[in-house]
């Protein structure tokens, strides 16, 4: 069906289109470019899946807390309060930047293939969507350090690991 419409709309377009994506040494060139994008990809994924652990854990944690400062307004419950809030704000945004490095990097990993069957030349397109997933990764792992940092700070035992 679609090759009847291109077909149709020009000859050209269609025969361009279908020899550009014969070549199976081409896309297998454009797979193996995309090789270490998927990677880091992967990579990230699982870099987010911790951060997501102690994001629910400190949102857990505040929970607890604010249901017992209903009964108990101490000045340490309060600080530690506040001290969970700022975590849970880094990972936050840990989490919103690394979540922008994955989809720049699927951006990245579709413009490799978009760039083997078109005309233009879009390397630099493609070299600054690189730069702006290193970019969102570096923000988000120094966030996820600040976390941890915060996290390893506190008075008494506040992490994941801690059964409270």
Known sequence: MLWDMLAATGGNIASDLLERTSSTLRVQEI???SLAPAFLLAAIGAVMNVM???LIWVANRIERLEERMEENRGSSVRRELGRLKRRRKLAQRAMI???AAALTICVV??????????TPQIGTVTAIAWIAT???LI???ILFATETIVA?????GDGPDEGS
């Not at 990993?109 to 078109?118: D, G, M, N, P, T």
């Open 134 to 136: 290193m970019g969102f």
């Open 152 to 156: 390893a700070s506190g008075q008494r």
């Open 139 to 141: 923000a988000g792992l």
């Open 52 to 54: 997501m652990a102690r």
């Open 97 to 99: 930047f690394s979540t």
């Open 31 to 33: 797979v193996r470019l």
């Open 109 to 118: 990993i579709a413009l490799l293939f978009v760039s083997a069957f078109i």
